[in-house]
């Protein structure tokens, strides 16, 4: 039984930081969805990624990397309500699952989050980083979509904002973040040229 139990551990959670992988993440999204919208309420994300965490990588190692990404999970796990998620997207990339949250609510925990992360710098041997992150916010409010994609890309959308307007902020997914349509896209480019 404990045998069993290691094994359904390591398929549903990250090998480094302890956190949910990825399919474990997802799945709890799209459950989290689908009971939310069955009790009207509200589920917000958060895709947070760390500011310039190549950099830290090519400069100290891949090992003060991993610190780095085991310190700041721990971080964020200590700030998030116990019935949040939090999981390990890819590489530097964490999402986080706020069930019950609408988009006010989900960038007030964003910032606690991304707050928690630079709250003070992270040491690994005798390297002493300070580590920022920007976190993009997109929430679904009590209609029953079930869109996991959707949410998980305008999340993305509302993180490149923050990365574009420098980095180290919290940015929430707007009308405006939305994807355009391939039908507009392509009658824009057609006009440019």
Same mark, same amino acid.
């Given at each position: 039984?404990?045998?069993?139990?290691?094994?359904?551990?390591?398929? +549903?959670?990250?090998?480094?930081?302890?956190?949910?992988?990825?399919?474990?993440?997802?799945?709890? /999204?799209?459950?989290?969805? /689908?009971?939310?919208?069955?009790?009207?309420?509200?589920?917000?994300? /958060?895709?947070? #990624?760390?500011?310039?965490?190549?950099?830290? @990588?090519? +400069?100290?190692?891949?090992?003060?990397?991993? $610190? %780095?990404?085991?310190? $700041?999970?721990?971080?964020?796990?200590? !700030? $998030?309500?116990?019935?949040?998620?939090?999981?390990?997207?890819?590489?530097?990339?964490?999402?986080?699952?706020?069930?019950?949250?609408?988009?006010? %609510?989900?960038?007030?925990?964003?910032?606690?989050?991304?707050?928690?992360?630079? !709250? *003070?710098?992270? !040491?690994?041997?005798?390297? *002493?980083?300070?580590? +920022?992150? *920007?976190?993009? %916010?997109?929430?679904?409010?009590?209609?029953? @979509?079930?869109?996991? @994609?959707?949410? !998980?890309? #305008?999340?993305?959308?509302?993180?490149?904002?923050?990365? #574009?307007?420098?980095? #180290?902020?919290?940015? /929430?997914?707007?009308?405006? *973040?939305?994807?355009?349509?391939? +039908?507009?896209?392509?009658?824009?480019?057609?006009?440019?040229?």
């Amino acid at each position: 039984m404990l045998a069993r139990e290691a094994l359904r551990d390591q398929a +549903t959670h990250d090998g480094l930081t302890g956190l949910l992988n990825r399919a474990a993440i997802l799945e709890l /999204l799209q459950n989290e969805l /689908l009971r939310c919208g069955r009790e009207r309420q509200p589920v917000s994300v /958060l895709l947070a #990624d760390l500011d310039r965490f190549k950099q830290i @990588n090519d +400069t100290f190692g891949h090992q003060t990397g991993d $610190v %780095v990404l085991c310190e $700041v999970a721990r971080r964020m796990k200590s !700030v $998030v309500r116990r019935y949040d998620a939090v999981g390990r997207y890819g590489g530097e990339e964490f999402l986080i699952v706020l069930p019950g949250c609408d988009g006010e %609510v989900a960038a007030a925990q964003a910032q606690r989050i991304r707050e928690a992360i630079t !709250v *003070s710098p992270i !040491v690994s041997g005798m390297i *002493s980083l300070q580590v +920022t992150g *920007s976190i993009g %916010v997109s929430w679904r409010g009590a209609t029953g @979509n079930s869109d996991t @994609n959707g949410l !998980v890309r #305008d999340a993305d959308l509302a993180l490149y904002r923050a990365k #574009d307007a420098g980095r #180290d902020r919290v940015e /929430l997914a707007t009308v405006e *973040s939305k994807a355009p349509d391939i +039908t507009s896209l392509a009658v824009a480019l057609a006009q440019d040229t």
